[in-house]
């Protein structure tokens, strides 16, 4: 027998107890009841045998810490009076205030615990139930700002459910998104980890049902209407509470909180229906946040893509933003562009501007403003190619009209001559006007042709036939023809004995060979020796073409292969010409799946050098 029996046992004692208007119980160290009075028989329904020894049902499960942690408290002495609640037999729950205290010994040491239980009257319930909401409310203000606080969309979404869990005492909890016609778990919280990602259809469910009610919050008990999703993993199950939460107005999915161990009452679904509506801004912001950076990431990928220079302004005209094209473009890099002003000057806005860079480089710059922040969009990108086709069209026409106007003023000089003096010349003078005429008939055919030859090169519409043919043959008429052109050259041929065929076009050969000689006289002024050599080199055959004449400047090498250029040293008024010449060989070496370089001599002059495929036999 216990000290608290013994205790219990006193007449005096024991006729308190009994007579007593408020139920009283007392529990040993094990929580095991020792002391049921008659009013506790009435307040609780239980009979003193069906309790004594033995832990008293009454304890909610959800109240369970709360009631340890009163005993705890009170366990170094002191009393603690508290508003809560606690079963009937009849499973219904009352509201009850109740003082406890610790029972000792003569010793001090410890006993049990004596709990003395009054009805709580309507007024003090009211408190207790207005603090307990007091107490809710600050919790969910506390999770609501939390998850307005957090962008990330899956963290958002647990936290939502965790927070479920914690404000409605559910055993588990979980979050459907809505995807068409199906629903897809995607955060859980006291349910099986592979349960997440787990879908169902939308209209039979429990989610379809509260669409259609138009409702915001639904109720559900029976294990017969668990079946649309796999809940019944939760042993025990027997109420379901959903809440919709909106996003921009539109369904977006719903907040699961699960009950097996106690019943749902009002406040839990308040709560529901609150946290659902809370989560569906809390999830519309980390839709949006997401949306942001999604589109934020696409123009980053394409601004950063973009061949073209581009920089955004502050309102004060310093670079916020440089992309990689602009450092390609200007040559200054990010990290010195950004927070200074742009290295070129800027057009109104809406307006554009080319701008030559120290480089040599031409930009074109355009402007737009974004009105709602002052800050300006600047797109540049090179224009230099076009600038320099654009100033070698003009040099074209000034130098064709040139090239055209002396051998046409020649013509029409003799033959003005011949018709109205023909009786009053000689022969010999006539003759000599005749061959006049032809030989500057011939030059103005080399220049039509040349044209016609640089404006099909151009198009991309050369035509080559590829066949084997006899280079030594080409080679050794070519140079015998310009041999007798210039009393001042020596022009030297050099063929190697074992010299193969090639594959290539007969005519297109020998209209670079043609070009090539007629350069090397035409920039050898001073005459000299044009040596020409043809060797095989590997599974090609190279030509190459020198002379002791004035050579190429440095950087002129690839230059005097365009259109309409001519190298420094080329000075049109000193050596004529309209720069097609050799834009027209490259592009007829590459038809013939050949190649053409140039080089300078150290001892003077230049070399050129074609290489052609040798012939399969």
């Not at 049921?36 to 109240?63: H, Q, S, T, Y």
């Not at 002191?78 to 009849?90: A, N, Y």
């Not at 369904?251 to 009002?266: D, I």
């Amino acid at each position: 027998m216990t000290d608290v029996q013994q205790h219990a046992r006193d007449p005096i004692v024991r006729a308190v107890i009994e007579c007593a208007a408020d139920a009283i119980v007392a529990v040993d160290d094990r929580f095991a009841v020792t002391v049921w009075n008659p009013a506790a028989e009435r307040m609780f329904g239980f009979a003193a045998a069906e309790v004594l020894g033995r832990v008293a049902p009454i304890v909610p499960d959800e109240l369970q810490a709360e009631h340890n942690a009163v005993r705890e408290r009170i366990r170094e002495g002191g009393q603690i009076s508290k508003v809560t609640r606690r079963f009937h037999k009849d499973g219904r729950l009352i509201d009850v205030r109740i003082d406890t205290s610790a029972l000792r010994g003569a010793s001090g040491a410890l006993l049990g615990w004596v709990s003395v239980f009054h009805p709580v009257k309507e007024d003090e319930v009211a408190q207790h139930h207005m603090a307990e909401r007091a107490r809710l409310v600050r919790r969910l203000n506390d999770v609501v700002a939390d998850l307005n606080a957090e962008l990330d969309l899956p963290t958002v979404l647990d936290r939502i459910t965790g927070s479920l869990i914690e404000l409605t005492g559910a055993d588990a909890g979980g979050f459907v998104r809505i995807e068409g016609d199906r629903l897809h778990l995607v955060s859980t919280h006291g349910l099986p980890d592979h349960m997440r990602g787990a879908t169902a259809e939308l209209r039979p469910s429990l989610v379809g049902e509260l669409l259609r009610s138009g409702k915001t919050v639904i109720l559900a008990t029976g294990e017969r209407r668990f079946g649309d999703l796999i809940w019944s993993e939760l042993p025990g199950l027997h109420s379901i509470a959903i809440g919709m939460s909106y996003v921009q107005a539109s369904p977006y999915g719903a907040l699961y909180a699960l009950f097996s161990g106690r019943k749902v009452s009002h406040i839990e679904l308040e709560l529901l229906e609150l946290l659902a509506g809370h989560a569906g801004v809390a999830v519309s912001n980390a839709v949006s946040y997401s949306e942001v950076v999604r589109q934020r990431a696409h123009e980053r990928a394409v601004i950063d893509a973009s061949a073209d220079g581009i920089a955004v302004l502050d309102c004060s005209g310093l670079v916020q933003r440089w992309n990689p094209a602009a450092y390609v473009l200007t040559g200054v890099p990010s990290a010195t562009a950004i927070g200074a002003k742009p290295p070129f000057p800027l057009p109104e806005p809406g307006a554009s501007l080319d701008h030559r860079l120290e480089s040599g480089r031409w930009l074109s710059v355009l402007c737009a403003e974004i009105e709602e922040t002052d800050e300006l969009v600047i797109d540049f990108r090179d224009i230099t190619e076009s600038k320099e086709l654009e100033e070698a069209k003009d040099l074209f026409l000034a130098t064709t009209s040139h090239e055209l106007r002396t051998p046409i003023t020649v013509v029409q000089g003799f033959a003005s001559t011949l018709v109205n003096r023909w009786d009053k010349l000689s022969d010999a003078d006539r003759r000599s006007a005749v061959a006049t005429i032809a030989e500057r008939a011939r030059s103005l055919g080399r220049l039509v042709e040349n044209l016609l030859l640089g404006a099909r090169a151009g198009a991309g519409e050369l035509t080559v036939t590829i066949e084997p043919f006899d280079l030594a043959g080409l080679l050794d008429g070519a140079v015998t023809a310009f041999r007798s052109l210039s009393e001042r050259h020596t022009i030297e041929l050099t063929i190697a004995a074992d010299l193969p065929r090639v594959d290539g076009d007969v005519l297109a050969t020998d209209i670079i060979i043609g070009q090539l000689l007629e350069n090397a006289v035409k920039y050898s002024p001073d005459g000299g020796t044009v040596a020409v050599r043809a060797f095989p080199s590997g599974d090609s055959v190279v030509v190459t073409v020198s002379d002791e004449g004035v050579g190429i400047a440095p950087g002129d090498h690839e230059r005097i292969f365009e259109r309409f250029v001519q190298g420094e040293a080329g000075d049109r008024r000193r050596f004529g010409g309209i720069g097609l010449g050799l834009y027209i060989v490259k592009r007829l070496a590459a038809a013939q799946y050949g190649d053409i370089s140039a080089r300078s001599r150290q001892a003077g002059g230049t070399s050129m050098r074609l290489v052609l495929r040798q012939a399969d036999y």
